[in-house]
């Protein structure tokens, strides 16, 4: 093995791969980390082994911890992963117009061309143009709960929290209200 954290994701998972080890006979060899060579999970080696354990889920957690921390500093910036997306109101709209006089997305992708962004000149995947349409569908019918998501999504960028209380439900999911308040 390279190194003791690259074993398991916990102290529990390691402490139960040392007594899988010592239940078979078999010994493990550290190739690096604090201490480099063959280790015996019986006897005085035990206690090495759940120390070694212990800090590899600590500096598990450590990098854990970071990462989410640098993507707060980053949603609180205003930048988020992934691409960008590469359909655009207008582009949605020609789409809508077209499907409305009967032509398939097949046969509109071809024609729309990326105005922005990396692949901008190229035009957007099938995929894509379905995946507009589908979150068009959501707001059309939605509307009260997308608006409410991107309220809430504003106040996070500014770094407020919402308050549950004021995120309203739609009339078909009101009595889900009910269940969240006397639920545990």
């Given at each position: 093995?390279y190194?003791?954290?690259?074993?398991g994701?916990?102290a529990?998972?390691?402490t139960a791969?040392?007594?899988h080890?010592t239940?078979h006979?078999l010994v493990?060899e550290?190739l690096?980390?604090?201490l480099?060579?063959?280790?015996?999970p019986t006897g005085?080696?035990?206690?090495?082994?759940?120390?070694?354990?212990?800090?590899?889920e600590?500096?598990?957690e450590?990098?854990?911890e970071?990462?989410l921390?640098?993507?707060?500093?980053?949603?609180?910036?205003?930048k988020y992963?992934g691409r960008?997306?590469?359909?655009t109101?207008d582009m949605?709209?020609?789409?809508l117009?077209r499907r409305?006089?009967g032509?398939s997305v097949?046969?509109?992708?071809?024609d729309l061309?990326?105005?922005?962004g990396k692949r901008?000149?190229q035009?957007?995947?099938?995929a894509?143009?379905?995946?507009?349409l589908a979150?068009?569908?959501k707001?059309?019918a939605?509307?009260?709960?997308?608006?409410?998501?991107?309220?809430?999504?504003?106040?996070?960028?500014?770094g407020?929290?919402?308050?549950?209380?004021?995120?309203?439900?739609?009339e078909r999911?009101?009595?889900y209200?009910?269940?969240?308040?006397?639920?545990?």
């Amino acid at each position: 093995m390279y190194e003791m954290k690259r074993l398991g994701r916990d102290a529990a998972e390691l402490t139960a791969l040392a007594d899988h080890l010592t239940a078979h006979g078999l010994v493990l060899e550290m190739l690096a980390g604090p201490l480099p060579g063959i280790y015996d999970p019986t006897g005085p080696g035990d206690l090495l082994f759940a120390f070694l354990a212990a800090m590899a889920e600590t500096e598990r957690e450590n990098i854990r911890e970071s990462t989410l921390e640098g993507l707060d500093t980053a949603a609180r910036k205003g930048k988020y992963g992934g691409r960008p997306p590469v359909t655009t109101d207008d582009m949605l709209h020609t789409v809508l117009r077209r499907r409305a006089g009967g032509e398939s997305v097949e046969q509109i992708q071809p024609d729309l061309i990326i105005s922005a962004g990396k692949r901008k000149g190229q035009n957007p995947s099938v995929a894509s143009v379905y995946r507009a349409l589908a979150e068009y569908a959501k707001r059309k019918a939605y509307p009260e709960a997308v608006d409410a998501a991107h309220a809430g999504f504003a106040a996070l960028q500014v770094g407020e929290a919402p308050d549950p209380a004021s995120l309203s439900l739609t009339e078909r999911h009101s009595d889900y209200r009910e269940l969240l308040v006397t639920s545990p």
